[in-house]
């Protein structure tokens, strides 16, 4: 192992740990090029982020770094984002990831598309996760590999479903308040946890 590569191992670590981009374009392009083209780089990166219980991802010329399963370092529990965002219990959790890989899926754009989407409303991320459980209840027999996975998803599904969706009278966005007791109250949560991490900008 060289010293070089090492110290260029620590130093993708280090600003990735700090927030800063590593990235195919910018100030930290060099770093972002030894990453790609330097398997000793790579391999000491590997090892030393798995140690972390990290992982590392490159998307779209650029350096993600994420917690791994169960890091209580550099990420949440379950019990600590039950609390963060008011939820009782592990149903309520499991639903409110659900919506949120809504969202994320309608920011997403594949190799075979050009739209780009800037925005998207509650209204929609409401009725892409109602045509979503739907979707994946009638094909569950495909998708799931388990029994007891089959249950979680039909159990979070049901929940979704008796729930009211709203509990205002309002029609606009305006009725979307975070609470646990409703689709749209339980979108709003979604929402405004993801903007709370920066995930997100709220356009109000």
């Known amino acids: ?29 060099n770093l972002y090029r030894d990453y790609i083209d330097n398997a000793e780089v790579y391999e000491i990166l590997d090892v030393m982020l798995k140690r972390l219980n ?4 490159e998307y779209n010329e650029a350096l993600y770094l ?5 890091n209580k370092t550099f990420g949440y529990s379950n019990e600590e ?21 809504q969202v994320i899926l309608c920011f997403y754009k594949d190799s075979g598309s050009y739209q780009f ?26 998708l799931v590999s388990d029994e007891i996975e089959e249950h979680s998803i039909k159990s979070i599904a049901i929940l979704w479903d008796e729930m ?6 309002d029609s606009d966005e305006s009725g979307f308040r ?23 900008v709220s356009a109000e």
């Open 178 to 200: 975070a609470s646990r007791g409703s689709r749209s109250g339980l979108v709003k949560i979604a929402l405004n946890f993801m903007a709370g991490e920066d995930l997100l």
């Open 164 to 169: 009211a969706i709203s509990l205002t009278e």
């Open 117 to 142: 989407v800037e925005s998207v409303s509650p209204s929609e991320v409401l009725e892409r996760t109602t045509s979503a459980f739907a979707k994946t209840m009638s094909k569950l027999d495909v």
């Open 81 to 101: 984002l039950k609390k963060a965002m008011g939820l009782r219990n592990n149903r309520e959790l499991y639903l409110v990831y659900f919506i949120m890989y």
């Open 66 to 70: 994420t917690a791994g399963d169960g």
């Open 1 to 29: 192992m060289e010293q070089k590569n090492l110290d260029k191992a620590l130093d993708i670590y280090a600003k990735l740990m700090m927030g800063e981009e590593i990235k195919a374009s910018g100030s930290n392009s």
């Open 54 to 57: 990290l992982h590392l991802y």
